[in-house]
Nanobody
Framework: VLLVESGGGLVQAGGSLRLSCAASGLTFSDYALGWFRQAPGKEHEFVATISRSGDRTNYADSVKGRFTISRDNAKKAVYLQMNSLKHEDTAEYYC?????????????????WGQGTQVTVYS
């Protein structure tokens, strides 16, 4: 299984970014997906998750109303649309996948991880 994130970068506070994660080596629709982030000196933090079919989503309170997770099973891709970005959203963002759980809301539930993409929000 390979997960490859893209779309990170440097953005001014209040701006938007869209992260993408391309998957290969798996039956994509069999996997729940999630996004986590890790700021320097901190542990991995749950951001958002989506069910196998995409009919259910869940978000961390800190991003609810600003971020949107979606998936395209035909393209084997998951996305994270991030709007109204804040300085505290600065972190390395990771795409995750798991075939066992209904969704991925804990780093311990994620069987597979991407290499990460850096998001830096400046004021």
């Amino acid at each position: 299984v390979l997960l490859v994130e893209s779309g990170g970068g440097l953005v001014q506070a209040g701006g938007s970014l869209r992260l993408s994660c391309a998957a290969s080596g798996l039956t994509f629709s069999d996997y729940a997906l999630g996004w986590f982030r890790q700021a320097p000196g901190k542990e991995h933090e749950f951001v958002a998750t989506i069910s196998r079919s995409g009919d259910r989503t869940n978000y961390a309170d800190s991003v609810k109303g600003r971020f949107t997770i979606s998936r395209d099973n035909a393209k084997k891709a998951v996305y994270l649309q991030m709007n109204s970005l804040k300085h505290e959203d600065t972190a390395e963002y990771y795409c995750t996948a798991d075939p066992t759980n209904g969704w991925v809301s804990s780093p311990y539930e994620a069987a597979y991880w991407g290499q990460g993409t850096q998001v830096t929000v400046y004021s």
